[in-house]
């Protein structure tokens, strides 16, 4: 007698086991790992989105970063052309923007943003 694995039930396994990888990477603390994994261009699920606006890139140290709030980058961006166009710069001729992505402490208390979207 052979036992056969039909392709619905092959793709069950599949997905259970991508599921098991995930949950066990997660729960091992690497969340990071997994959202640069799976979500290269924008925020994980458990992850927010601050905004950063620099009014004149002539003056560096006139920034404005709004608390992380946003689920993603599109968000993010609606919320900066909001800022820019408030600021007669709706098409950040004299500004620039930036979405930074999932912040990350480290073991010594550092930390770092997981991405970095212009």
């Not at 560096?60 to 600021?87: G, W």
Request: glycine share 6%; net charge negative; charged share 30%.
């Amino acid at each position: 007698m052979t036992f056969r694995l039909t392709d619905r039930t092959k793709r069950r396994l599949f997905l259970i086991s991508v599921t098991a990888l995930v949950v066990a990477t997660i729960a091992d603390g690497s969340r990071r790992f997994v959202a640069d994994l799976i979500w290269t261009d924008d925020a994980a699920p458990w992850e927010k989105v601050t905004a950063v606006y620099y009014p004149d890139t002539q003056k560096q140290t006139d920034i404005r970063i709004s608390d992380a709030r946003f689920d993603d980058v599109a968000e993010c961006r609606e919320h900066l052309a909001k800022l820019a166009t408030e600021n007669g710069d709706a098409d950040l001729q004299k500004g620039r923007s930036e979405c930074a992505v999932g912040f990350y402490r480290d073991g010594a208390g550092n930390g770092s943003y997981r991405l970095i979207i212009e």
